[in-house]
């Protein structure tokens, strides 16, 4: 078992414990991780990892924690957050290389700013880098690994660079589900900074009006059927609007479930549930969530995901 003295012996970040994950995750539920680090740099998060994994100690990376259900038991071992220490984004040559903590909303204005287009429909995409590159996080036809070229991770206990060519990117899906991002790089086309600020306005408004940005929520719940459209699927399961507890399916946008206030992991789970088993009895689609649950037992994971 690991200690918060074994952990200060690699460690030089900042340490809680028992810190409640509903406070880092988007959704705002979830109970309290054991640890919960906030590294001091690149090498910080190395060093700790690497002492983790030769002790068989569990670990969570946390961006924005978008695109999680945390347990409402919490998290055995500790959770590590990004968003602190692996935040810069800079220009090297016709290259952009952003850290895995850098905001996605951050990186696009960078971006934009510096009259390079690409990554303009991206705006609004709630968490970070490393998150977005990991689940291949895209909008409106793009994704964030159209114009990427190489990724810095942490994989078998070594600092490796992948190139994208090796990443198998795929529909929300890469090969780095298992490893640590660290930094990406892009090289992206020029554009007019007017033509890109005001195309990035437009898709936020259009964000702003289809989806229920005001109420917590992880994003998207499922995936996309090929062909088809999961909000499309639930809404035509007549499951708009349904809600357990003080969580609800959006009103807004169905593959959204929003916490209205005090909701629990559990009362999204039943939800996600609910909805799975109605859409594949009205339409035999079993819908794939898109979501990473945290924290459950083994069988519900078998169940719902």
């Avoid at 060093?47 to 919490?74: A, H, M, W």
């Avoid at 780095?176 to 990035?200: C, W, Y």
């Amino acid at each position: 078992m690991v200690s918060l003295a074994d952990i200060k012996k690699f460690f030089r970040g900042h340490i809680a414990i028992n810190e409640p994950m509903a406070k880092y995750t988007s959704m705002r539920v979830g109970g309290p991780s054991d640890y919960y680090l906030e590294p001091t740099d690149k090498r910080d998060l190395v060093e700790i990892v690497t002492y983790f994994q030769k002790n068989n100690f569990p670990y969570l990376i946390l961006g924005r924690g978008s695109n999680l259900l945390v347990s409402d038991d919490g998290v055995r071992g500790a959770a590590i957050n990004l968003e602190a220490s692996l935040s810069a984004i800079r220009m090297e040559g016709d290259l952009v290389i952003a850290e895995a903590g850098v905001h996605m909303a951050t990186f696009v204005d960078f971006c934009i700013q510096q009259g390079l287009s690409g990554v303009e429909m991206l705006a609004g995409i709630p968490g970070s880098l490393g998150g977005a590159v990991v689940m291949n996080a895209g909008a409106y036809g793009g994704t964030i690994s159209d114009h990427l070229v190489e990724v810095e991770v942490y994989r078998d206990r070594q600092v490796q660079v992948v190139k994208k060519e090796d990443a198998q990117f795929a529909y929300r899906q890469s090969s780095f589900t298992h490893d640590i991002v660290l930094t990406a790089s892009f090289r992206l086309p020029q554009g007019n900074k007017e033509e890109l600020m005001l195309r990035r306005r437009e898709f936020i408004l259009k964000r702003n009006i289809t989806q229920p940005l005001t109420l917590p929520n992880s994003g998207s719940m499922f995936r996309n059927p090929a062909g088809n459209h999961a909000a499309r699927l639930i809404e035509q399961a007549g499951l708009k609007g349904k809600r357990v507890g003080n969580a609800q399916i959006s009103e807004k946008h169905a593959n959204f479930i929003v916490n209205l206030g005090g909701a629990k992991a559990s009362d999204v789970l039943t939800l996600v549930d609910l909805t799975r088993r109605t859409v594949y009895q009205n339409t035999g689609i079993l819908l794939e969530l898109e979501v990473k649950l945290i924290g459950f037992p083994n069988e519900v994971k078998r169940e719902v995901a």
